[in-house]
């Protein structure tokens, strides 16, 4: 079965950080790109940053609410993507998806594989 394994949120306070990890299988890492979307209650789930090639070589997508705080970088011989956020904030609340996704657009209509996701709570 395939899976996409998250690890790394939880609680912490504004201007805090958090590093969010996946890890797959070799197959998923060679056959899609990788994204992190996120999904904040009552909204809906957007794309929070992405690849748009296989192994993560290209410039990421990052949507403009985290640009220049949130960092996805991919480590191909580990099958992991992270996703390191800086200078959280309250808004940055929500559950947090890992995605393998044919390769182009960063969005859902694309995404292959969801992961379980994992839960980032920013306090004020």
């Known amino acids: 079965q395939v899976r996409l394994s998250e690890s790394g949120g939880g609680s912490v306070q504004a201007g805090g950080s958090l590093r969010l990890s996946c890890t797959a299988s070799?197959?998923?890492?060679?056959?899609?790109?990788m994204a992190w979307f996120r999904q904040a209650p009552g909204k809906e789930r957007e794309g929070a940053a992405g690849?748009?090639?296989?192994?993560?070589?290209?410039?990421?997508y990052y949507a403009d609410s985290v640009k220049g705080r949130f960092t996805i970088s991919q480590d191909n011989a580990m099958n992991t993507v992270y996703l390191q956020m800086n200078n959280l904030k309250p808004e940055d609340t929500a559950m947090y998806y890992c995605?393998?996704?044919?390769?182009?657009?960063?969005?859902?209509?694309?995404?292959?594989?969801w992961g379980q996701g994992t839960q980032v709570t920013v306090s004020s």
């Open positions: 995605a393998a996704l044919f390769c182009g657009t960063v969005a859902e209509r694309n995404v292959k594989l």
């Open positions: 690849f748009s090639f296989i192994g993560g070589g290209d410039v990421p």
């Open positions: 070799k197959f998923v890492f060679s056959t899609y790109c």
